[in-house]
Structures are given as structure tokens and as C-alpha cells.
T-cell receptor
Framework: KQEVTQIPAALSVPEGENLVLNCSFTDSAIYNLQWFRQDPGKGLTSLLL?????REQTSGRLNASLDKSSGRSTLYIAASQPGDSATYLCAVLPYQAGTALIFGKGTTLSVSS | KAGVTQTPRYLIKTRGQQVTLSCSPI?????VSWYQQTPGQGLQFLFE???????NKGNFPGRFSGRQFSNSRSEMNVSTLELGDSALYLC???????????FGPGTRLLVL
């Protein structure tokens, strides 16, 4: 059974710091991996999607990497800003799963000015 | 393009009642998935509909059901509500299948 773990559960950093969020999954048979952002009481915003054949994706100050063999992904946020404060969720899409994403519990990030 | 919309945004019900939630996907998207989010269990997949057919189902009791209409709009229904059904219900649409899923703002259901 696929399980997704995100460590740490919470993280507080000062503005301007570079940071890394971690995601691990137990079964490497995935079609893709997505990182989402969720603001309190809101829906999810897709940040980056990495196909299983890819190693990384970049969007602005965000860079996500994928190492299927070790079951790990990282989300790198450069020069953090208070507006980056949110919960970041990692989700994997197993093969033959249709659209049934399996989510981690998330990392809640707080960036102080 | 308009995003995924969900109605209502907030709902309060009592135990034993039933509830229907609605989701309108992004124009052109034919796949709609539903998820339940609770503090304890996190986000869990409920079911997916594609072209009016349920294509995949998560591990939830039969009290949770859904349907999809010819215009791709989807509804989910929960019958005989329990306190534990209090959650944020999110729907997501995607096209083509297995690409990025776009989530709506959710419906927050409180069961008293």
C-alpha cells in the first residue's frame, strides 16, 4: 500500500531564507508526483508536476526534484517571502490509479518578516 | 478560463440527514475527482467520474455516492450523516487523465 510522508510537519523560517521540504513515498511505481499549496480554509493550488521519467521541474523560485528509486522528492523554495506561508502537500499518482492521488499530511510553512 | 467551482461553500447539517454537494469542472475537462480532507486523516480520495461513469472509487462506505452529468458537472451525496463526516470536501478536474489536477475551493461540511 502506497504511503506518503512529509517531514517536517511544520517549519518556521525568517524571510529571505532558502528552504527544502521533503516528501517520501513507499512504492516507486508512480505515474507522477505533484506538489500543491493550500492556504488556510482554501482549496489546493498546483505548484509543480513531475512525470515519473523526469528528475526535476522548476517554476520561478520553486524547484522540485524526484528520485523514484529512493522514493523521495524535495521542494526547494528560494528566497522565501511571508506570502509563501501556507501548507505544502506532496501527492503521488500510482500507476493504474486513474486520478486517485495519494497525499502526504503536508508541511506547514511560516515565513516571518 | 474559469476555475473549478463548488457549491455550497459552507454547510451545516445534523446527524442522520443527507447532503448533496456540487462541482463544476474547468470547461473542457471531463474527469472530476472528489476528496475528503480532515485534520486526522488528511486528504483521501473518494471517487472519480469520467464521461458520466464512475471510473475509480476510494475506501469509503456506500453512504458516499456521486454522479456526473453530460456537461461534466458532478454531484456527491452523503446519506445518513455522521459526526465524522465533518470535513472539507474538495473536487478536482483534469484533462487529459493523469495530468495536473485543478482543485476547487471546497465545501466545508459541519455535522452536528
Amino acid at each position: 500500500k502506497q504511503e506518503v510522508t512529509q517531514i517536517p510537519a511544520a517549519l518556521s523560517v525568517p524571510e529571505g531564507e532558502n528552504l527544502v521540504l521533503n516528501c517520501s513515498f513507499t512504492d516507486s511505481a508512480i505515474y507522477n508526483l505533484q506538489w500543491f499549496r493550500q492556504d488556510p480554509g482554501k482549496g489546493l493550488t498546483s505548484l509543480l508536476l513531475i512525470q515519473s521519467s523526469q528528475r526535476e521541474q522548476t517554476s520561478g523560485r520553486l524547484n522540485a526534484s524526484l528520485d523514484k528509486s529512493s522514493g523521495r522528492s524535495t521542494l526547494y523554495i528560494a528566497a522565501s517571502q511571508p506570502g509563501d506561508s501556507a501548507t505544502y502537500l506532496c501527492a503521488v499518482l500510482p500507476y493504474q490509479a486513474g486520478t486517485a492521488l495519494i497525499f502526504g499530511k503536508g508541511t506547514t510553512l511560516s515565513v516571518s518578516s | 478560463k474559469a476555475g473549478v467551482t463548488q457549491t455550497p461553500r459552507y454547510l451545516i447539517k445534523t446527524r442522520g440527514q443527507q447532503v448533496t454537494l456540487s462541482c463544476s469542472p474547468i470547461s473542457g475537462h471531463r474527469s472530476v475527482s472528489w476528496y475528503q480532507q480532515t485534520p486526522g486523516q488528511g486528504l483521501q480520495f473518494l471517487f472519480e467520474y469520467f464521461s458520466e461513469t464512475q471510473r475509480n472509487k476510494g475506501n469509503f462506505p456506500g453512504r458516499f455516492s456521486g454522479r456526473q452529468f453530460s456537461n461534466s458537472r458532478s454531484e456527491m451525496n452523503v446519506s445518513t450523516l455522521e459526526l465524522g463526516d465533518s470535513a472539507l470536501y474538495l473536487c478536482a478536474s483534469s484533462s487529459p487523465v493523469q495530468e495536473t489536477q485543478y482543485f476547487g475551493p471546497g465545501t466545508r461540511l459541519l455535522v452536528l
